[in-house]
């Protein structure tokens, strides 16, 4: 991803490496508000999900936020897209913690998870 400030107004002109215009003739390029910008997550490590976790899946070229509702076998999981009201299955190279952005701060803290009687 590349960024340049745009001509006016407190936004940046990003420019994705992966993600191509709709007709495919070159990379996408946003607008986006100063405001709504923020580094990456930094990388979280860990080795399995448990019921009622908050998860972001990488799917559509870009992470989506959901909770882990059921394990699928030894390295599948079942998540559920509040959004969408959706239960999809995904395996776990695809699937990392969920972090949530505190911009008055200036940091990443972990996805809250959620009790069993909340599911």
């Known amino acids: 991803m590349f960024l340049e400030p745009a001509s006016v107004g407190n936004e ?14 070159g990379p996408l390029r946003e607008f986006v508000k100063a ?9 979280v490590e860990v080795s399995s999900f448990h019921l009622g976790d908050m998860v972001d899946v ?5 992470w989506w936020t959901g909770r ?15 959004n969408t009201n959706q239960d999809i299955m995904y395996r776990f190279p ?6 949530e952005w505190d911009a008055a701060n200036d940091i990443w803290f972990l996805g809250f998870m959620l009790s069993l009687s909340d599911i």
Do not use: W
């Not at 695809?94 to 972090?99: G, L, N, P």
């Open 58 to 62: 990488y799917v559509n070229d870009g």
């Open 35 to 43: 405001e709504k910008m923020h580094p990456k997550p930094a990388f």
């Open 94 to 99: 695809f699937i990392r913690v969920h972090k």
């Open 68 to 82: 882990v509702i059921r394990k699928i076998g030894e390295n599948e999981y079942l998540v559920h897209f509040d």
């Open 12 to 25: 940046y002109i990003v420019q994705f490496c992966i993600l191509l215009k709709t007709d495919t003739s």
